[in-house]
């Protein structure tokens, strides 16, 4: 009886961890914000890059 709660219960955190990383994940990727440099004979400066 104890051992069939704690697997129920360790089911679900295992469950809940995983959904909990794919979401961080997929956000993380959106607001994937960087400063490139850019560099020219002419020119040189940053320029801000990502997906939003």
Avoid at 2 to 18: C, D, F, K, N, P
Wanted: hydrophobic share 40%.
């Amino acid at each position: 009886m104890i051992s069939q709660s704690a697997g129920i219960v360790g089911v679900g955190l295992l469950s809940h961890g995983a959904t909990y990383r794919r979401k961080l994940r997929r956000f993380r990727e959106r607001t994937d914000a960087r400063l490139v440099p850019s560099l020219s004979p002419t020119y040189a400066g940053l320029s801000l890059a990502g997906r939003f």
